[in-house]
């Protein structure tokens, strides 16, 4: 079964400072796996994804994921923070027939 | 970029009545839509797997005979709460499968917020 884990329910950072969230992954094939975002009173917005292509994955707003197979990682970056990037993020892992398996959340805090 | 429309945005309903929620694909043709629930600062949870032309899957848990889905058209699904209860308040949220172009892509609905009383 494919799953995913995100390790932070909520990660506080400074503006202009970098940004990690982390993600692990479970999955009995080479796997898709995405990051979502949802603003408060938003709809999901798709942020990036990697489908077995680099596993560098450059995404919007500054973001980037590395798919690490050994350590089972998909960890979502960003250089600097945004006060706008205050939000849910959510590691995503695809499953057969193309629904998609959620992860719990993180929500991302950024102080002035 | 392809759009996913969800009616209402919110509704709000008495306890024992049914409410339901339209996805639409807005530029594109879905042969599968999803239904997922979102409860308050939770994550999305997969309700069903909506099927143009047949009939919908759903997943361990989910009463289909309470949560009836209808994909009568490529463009078109519907997600019927019947006898809502105040338990059945949650975000409801779809999504649509555009297989066109070679790639697969899924785009997501705003959402619906159903609050029973």
């Known amino acids: 079964a494919q799953s995913v884990t995100q390790l932070d329910s909520h990660v506080s950072v400074s503006e202009g400072t970098p940004v990690l969230l982390r993600c692990n992954y479970s999955?009995?094939?080479?796997?898709?796996l995405f990051w979502y975002v949802q603003h408060p009173n938003k709809g999901l917005q798709l942020l990036l994804k990697y489908t077995s292509a680099a596993t560098l994955v450059k995404g919007i707003n500054g973001f980037e994921a590395e798919f690490k197979k050994s350590e089972t990682s998909f960890h979502l970056t960003k250089p600097s923070a945004h006060m706008s990037d205050a939000a849910e993020y959510f590691c995503v892992v695809s499953r057969s027939g193309y629904a998609l398996n959620f992860g719990k959340g993180t929500s991302l805090l950024v102080t002035p | 970029g392809a759009v996913v429309s969800q009616h209402p945005s919110w509704v709000i309903c008495k306890s024992g009545t049914s409410v339901k929620i339209e996805c639409r694909s807005l530029?594109?043709?879905?042969?599968?839509m999803f239904w997922y629930r979102q409860f308050p600062k939770q994550s999305l949870m997969l309700m069903a797997t909506?099927?143009?032309?047949?009939?919908?899957?759903?997943e361990q848990g989910v009463e289909k005979d309470k949560f009836l889905i209808n994909h009568a058209s490529l463009t078109l699904s519907t997600l019927t709460v019947t006898s809502a209860h105040p338990e059945d308040s949650s975000f409801y949220i779809c999504?649509?499968?555009?297989?066109?172009?070679?790639?697969?892509?899924?785009?997501f609905g705003p959402g619906t917020r159903l609050t029973v009383l």
């Open positions: 999955s009995s094939y080479s796997p898709s």
């Open positions: 530029d594109f043709q879905a042969t599968t």
């Open positions: 999504s649509a499968r555009d297989s066109g172009g070679g790639e697969v892509k899924q785009y």
């Open positions: 909506s099927n143009e032309g047949s009939k919908a899957t759903y």
